[in-house]
Nanobody, 128 residues
């Protein structure tokens, strides 16, 4: 099992940056397929980006490509989401998630049902 705790959310003006952290405890998180999701008020939770197991391969939804970057520090068992050039539509609760599926196809990363472990979420508010 793995426990996930997000941090780093806050309020920022449009065009600004934030870095979210997802600290994992329990099993080393390099054995998990990882994802970042967000959920805006009144909307469904949506996939933001994913990080494949063991390597550093990442991929993103089109709306954040070129602005968001996922990385990890294996020594700290922590995954990050660097968010640059934030837009007001980025206002949401951001969640990190882990899946114990072994090397799932990329399509699996996009659906929340893939993930068995979730953090509590961290609020990001982008003002215009």
């Amino acid at each position: 099992q793995v426990q996930l705790v997000e941090s780093g959310g806050g309020m920022v003006q449009a065009g600004g940056s934030l870095r979210l952290s997802c600290a994992a405890s329990g099993r080393t998180f390099t054995t998990y397929a990882m994802g970042w999701f967000r959920q805006a008020p009144g909307k469904e939770r949506e996939f933001v980006g994913g990080l494949k197991q063991r390597g550093n391969s990442t991929f993103y939804v089109d709306s954040v490509k070129g602005r968001f970057t996922i990385s990890r520090d294996n020594a700290k068992n922590t995954m990050y989401l660097q968010m640059n050039r934030l837009k007001p539509e980025g206002t949401a609760v951001y969640y990190c998630a882990a899946s114990s599926l072994l090397y799932p196809a990329i399509s699996y990363y996009y659906t929340s049902r893939t993930y068995g472990y979730w953090g509590q979420g961290t609020q990001v508010t982008v003002s215009s």
